[in-house]
């Protein structure tokens, strides 16, 4: 079960930010705070409402890719790999996720030469936090994670493994060093084909 701070208030809205010959979405996101509060829970709440079912789309809807997501204080931002919500799934209901396509030759679908990686950014606004534990997920293919703690731009811990594939179900990773103190969460997925995302982020307020 999800938990939200007192006083938790969402306001979704979708904006484009002007550049000089094109928009780029930016994700629907609640209302940010100077620091964190109690222990939130990022499951990405704010992004279900959005008409993003169904298997991943290569590309995917403007409306429904996530560049940079907040709640209870805490920003997700995505700095590598096309993220995106899925709103009829999750654990529960909604989560992210990023798509590596097969490669066509020969009529076979084949693995991309090089594996796709997306990397999200985790930070509280300044504020410091503890990591315990994040959902992930996978469609067909093992899920090979690191993820990093960093304080002052130091790092203060790493956790890399592979995680079996999930067959469609989330597994989750948690952290040994759970009262290790960081202000900024570094997740990244390594890809060869397939859909792979993240749901849960689950910290603590310091």
């Not at 995917?60 to 940079?68: D, N, T």
């Not at 993220?83 to 209901?93: A, E, Q």
């Not at 590596?100 to 990397?119: E, K, S, Y």
């Not at 985790?122 to 994040?134: D, I, L």
Request: charged share 10%; net charge negative.
């Amino acid at each position: 079960m999800r938990h939200f701070p007192a006083g938790f208030v969402l306001s979704v809205s979708a904006v484009c930010v002007a550049c000089s010959a094109c928009s780029t979405p930016v994700s629907p996101s609640s209302t940010a705070t100077s620091s964190l509060t109690g222990d939130p829970t990022i499951g990405f709440d704010g992004l279900s409402g959005l008409p993003c079912s169904g298997p991943p789309k290569v590309p995917a809807s403007s409306s429904c890719v996530v560049h940079s997501y907040t709640e209870s204080g805490v920003t997700v931002r995505a700095t590598s790999g096309e993220w995106s919500v899925r709103t009829d799934y999750g654990h529960p209901t909604p989560f992210i996720e990023f798509y590596v396509p097969c490669i066509q030759q020969a009529g076979a679908c084949t693995m991309p030469p090089t594996p796709g990686i997306g990397t999200i950014h985790v930070t509280g606004g300044g504020a410091t936090f503890s990591f315990k534990s994040v959902d992930l997920y996978a469609s067909l293919v093992p899920i090979p994670y690191e993820i990093t703690g960093r304080r002052n731009s130091t790092t203060v811990f790493t956790l890399a493994n592979t995680l079996p594939n999930t067959f469609g179900n989330f597994a989750t990773v948690v952290n040994p060093q759970d009262s290790a103190v960081i202000d900024m969460l570094v997740i990244s997925l390594t890809d060869g084909v397939s859909a792979m995302g993240l749901d849960n982020i689950v910290l603590a307020a310091n």
